[in-house]
């Protein structure tokens, strides 16, 4: 039995999609009820808990064997901080694991994760890789970049507020740069780690093959939305600050502190991470980001790369 915690993510619903198809038996760790059914249809067993409910967690680690932990966020909230999300949270799903018995725990924690307090985001993935390695259990701990994809937390935002602003804001005056890795690559990785027990007691970066900068993001999707807007320079601070005050009043802010962490701290690797740990290419942003962003679903080249996704646990 694999436990999957953050399956209500847009990485996490591929995966449960992948692991279903593979025929995996599947419990999903959720917080809210109002999820439930969608996944119940990927996942036959759901476990509604919060990271903060001990007993809960004691529940849901019955007759597991290894534990996939994705739950995280991008941003804080009165009723949650990164702190308490992943430092606080990962240490008691490690205590419920290990009285479990469970023999192997997948951690996902992300490109270049410090212990810097300048990086609230970053560092407190650190942190709950420190929880991790101390907890005394078989681990694997995978650390990607920027990840993109159906519903995720950066392009979708940007390509929102590049319809609807008048401008394309740009962070910093000295080019951020990142390494995006697509969704559907990071789910092969995670298959085949908890398939073939890969680079147990490691941390492995991942990343996709190349190297973009937040402005050159900004003007692929510009160019796939045809639009022209012209770019205004923030320095790092004000964008920060204003980062920081749009996640207080909207729903859908158009960038997230964790998002603008990993661009400040410039979350890149070695071009082929993913080749050398994993044995395949991942997809490069440059291709996917036009399918993303089409109003007019999936050709059928597109498809069938997804049919055949759900059914392999090797990336095409």
């Not at 959720?30 to 067993?45: E, H, K, P, Q, V």
């Not at 789910?187 to 973009?212: D, F, H, M, R, W």
Request: with cysteine; aromatic share 6%.
């Amino acid at each position: 039995m694999i436990l999957v915690t953050g399956a209500e993510g847009f990485v996490g619903v591929q995966l449960l999609k992948r692991l279903s198809a593979l025929g995996f038996p599947v419990r999903t760790l959720i917080r809210s009820a109002t999820t439930g059914g969608r996944l119940r249809r990927m996942a036959g067993l759901l476990c509604r808990s919060a990271m903060t409910d001990t007993a809960s967690l004691k529940s849901a680690m019955q007759g597991v064997e290894q534990v996939i932990h994705l739950a995280g966020i991008f941003r804080e909230s009165w009723k949650e901080t990164f702190e308490t999300a992943h430092h606080e949270g990962t240490g008691r799903l490690m205590q419920a694991a290990r009285e479990a018995k469970v023999r192997h725990v997948v951690y996902v924690s992300t490109l270049g994760a410090v212990p810097d307090r300048i990086y609230p985001f970053v560092r407190s993935k650190w942190l709950g890789e420190e929880e991790v390695r101390n907890s005394g259990l078989s681990f694997t701990i995978l650390r990607p970049s920027l990840v993109f994809g159906e519903g995720d937390h950066f392009l979708t935002p940007l390509k929102r507020l590049l319809e609807s602003s008048p401008y394309a804001f740009i962070p910093g005056y000295e080019p951020l740069r990142c390494q995006p890795l697509w969704a559907g690559d990071l789910v092969s990785c995670l298959v085949k780690t908890v398939e073939g027990g890969v680079a147990k007691g490691e941390t492995i970066a991942l990343a996709g093959p190349e190297q973009v900068t937040f402005e050159g993001v900004v003007d692929l999707v510009q160019r796939e939305l045809r639009a022209g807007r012209p770019k205004v320079l923030l320095p790092l601070p004000l964008a920060a600050t204003a980062t920081l005050l749009l996640e207080r009043v909207m729903g859908s802010p158009p960038l997230m502190t964790g998002v603008l962490d990993l661009w400040r701290l410039g979350a890149v690797t070695s071009l082929d991470a993913v080749q050398k740990a994993y044995g395949f290419a991942p997809m490069p942003l440059s291709e996917e980001v036009h399918y993303l962003l089409s109003s007019h679903g999936s050709s059928p080249k597109r498809r069938s790369r997804r049919e055949r996704m759900l059914t392999s646990n090797r990336s095409i």
